[in-house]
């Protein structure tokens, strides 16, 4: 028989804590497959009442971006002060904007 | 990469850390560094998983529908921490086959109690007061640890494990308001797993090998005794109130100090329990393995299902 001897893929589990929060990663863990990872997902990461919701994302589907390229990344960010309310000067007369 | 280039990066790495920034399983990091924590975690993880035993021994037997629902919560909770610890450890490269070929070959370690027996119920009294009680201590400085994977599993465990030391004392208490009988089985308890539970924080300052590089990881925050004192500070009030004798005439009251001086410890006994030559555990290791084997053909029947259903999903598609 061909694969029997595959170990179960792991799986990256999102909980919604309450409606109105997003979902957030809580861990991950491994199972056959989605309806597996959704049973042990209840038992593992919500045994008191820990969420109202649950997503599993099989962890090979995710693309993360690569820490040691931060630098290209994320600093182009830095400079762009024009995004940010207090780049503006505005007279003391302006009360709320 | 060059020898100066890394050493370059160990100092950046090093600086974070010094900083109190996290690091995160794809961050550069010393072979060292990921080492210690596959070592340390995994170790963390198989002595959840081997610590469901001991307790396991007495959820058929537990005295009242209330202490087998707790038993069985708390048991289930230690599966749980393991999980979340393997998968912790998982992140730094290392797959979940492989931590457990090191438990099952015994190059891994797991925590030296659970290779003790528990042989009456108020051993699960014992157990959750001492041992978790001791967890406790040495777990709540790694909720701060420096590997991001690690403290937020160690939150999480954190929150769980009060309920399982206050079930323990619970049990305890129960005991000792009961019957001469009842009260001399807590006694019991308490006699076998005193030392254990003080051994279990780890050998002296002067002997733990690893300790001062896990100062500098944050992977440890207080010293191997520092936690024993504050362990044994913290206990002995809570036997006197329980109205039993901790084990050791030389325990007393330092004025001057503010703790409570205590005994010698039998480190020989801690390093041959250390060594595999513990009361049980053979025993624990034949559990875990036949478990392991035995399950072979569930875990190949699932992943089989999985593949079959998959391909039917495909082949209604096209």
Same mark, same amino acid.
């Given at each position: 028989m061909e694969n029997t001897k595959k170990n179960w893929p792991l799986w990256e589990i999102f909980v919604r804590s309450k409606n109105g929060l997003?979902?957030?990663?809580?861990?991950?863990?491994?199972?056959?497959?989605?309806?597996?990872?959704?049973?042990?997902?209840?038992?593992?990461?919500?045994?008191?009442?820990?969420?109202?919701s649950i997503w599993v994302v099989e962890s090979k589907n995710i693309t993360a971006s690569n820490p040691s390229e931060n630098g290209e990344m994320f600093e182009p960010a830095q400079d762009k002060v024009y995004r940010h309310p207090t780049f503006y000067d505005l007279p003391d007369e302006v009360k709320h904007m | 990469m060059s020898e100066k280039e890394v050493k370059n990066l160990e100092e950046i790495f090093e600086a974070r850390i010094a900083r109190d920034e996290k690091i995160e399983p794809k961050d550069w990091m010393p072979e060292k560094y990921r080492q210690t924590h596959i070592r340390q975690m995994s170790q963390h993880a198989h002595s959840e998983i081997i610590g469901m035993l001991p307790e396991g021994n007495w959820i058929t037997r537990a005295p009242s529908l209330r202490r087998k629902a707790a038993l069985l919560a708390k048991v289930q909770d230690e599966a749980g921490h393991g999980l979340y610890l393997y998968s912790a450890c998982e992140t730094l490269g290392i797959s979940r086959d492989e931590l457990?070929?090191?438990?099952?070959?015994?190059?891994?370690?797991?925590?030296?109690?659970?290779?003790?027996?528990?042989?009456?119920?108020?051993?699960?009294?014992?157990?959750?007061?001492?041992?978790?009680?001791?967890?406790?201590?040495?777990?709540?400085?790694?909720?701060?640890?420096?590997?991001g994977p690690y403290a937020r599993a160690m939150v999480r465990v954190c929150k769980e494990e009060s309920f399982h030391q206050r079930q323990g004392f619970e049990i305890m208490l129960t005991l000792c308001r009961g019957t001469e009988e009842q009260k001399a089985m807590a006694q019991d308890a308490?006699?076998?797993?005193?030392?254990?539970?003080?051994?279990?924080?780890?050998?002296? !300052? $002067?002997?733990?090998? &690893?300790? =001062?590089?896990?100062?500098?990881?944050?992977?440890?925050?207080?010293?191997?005794?520092?936690?024993?004192?504050?362990?044994?500070?913290?206990?002995?009030?809570?036997?006197?109130?329980?109205g039993i004798t901790v084990p050791d005439p030389d325990l007393k009251w330092n004025e001057e100090t503010g703790h409570y001086d205590f005994g010698e410890i039998d480190w020989d006994e801690f390093w041959q329990v250390v060594k595999g030559?513990?009361?049980?555990?053979?025993?624990?290791?034949?559990?875990?393995?036949?478990?392991?084997?035995?399950?072979?053909?569930?875990? !190949? $029947?699932?992943?089989? &299902?999985? =593949?079959?259903n998959e391909k039917r999903k495909v082949a209604k598609a096209s």
């Open positions: 997003e979902h957030r990663h809580f861990g991950s863990l491994h199972a056959a497959d989605a309806e597996m990872a959704m049973e042990n997902a209840r038992d593992v990461y919500t045994r008191r009442n820990e969420g109202v | 457990y070929e090191q438990l099952h070959s015994g190059k891994a370690k797991y925590s030296s109690i659970f290779n003790y027996p528990t042989i009456t119920w108020a051993d699960m009294g014992a157990i959750g007061w001492l041992v978790d009680g001791a967890a406790i201590i040495n777990q709540v400085p790694l909720c701060n640890t420096s590997f308490l006699n076998r797993w005193w030392w254990p539970s003080l051994m279990m924080l780890g050998p002296t !300052d $002067a002997e733990s090998i &690893h300790t =001062e590089q896990s100062m500098k990881w944050k992977l440890k925050r207080k010293s191997n005794d520092e936690l024993r004192q504050q362990f044994i500070d913290q206990t002995v009030p809570q036997a006197d109130l329980l030559h513990g009361p049980c555990n053979k025993e624990r290791m034949k559990a875990r393995v036949d478990a392991w084997n035995n399950g072979e053909w569930v875990r !190949d $029947a699932a992943m089989a &299902h999985a =593949e079959k």
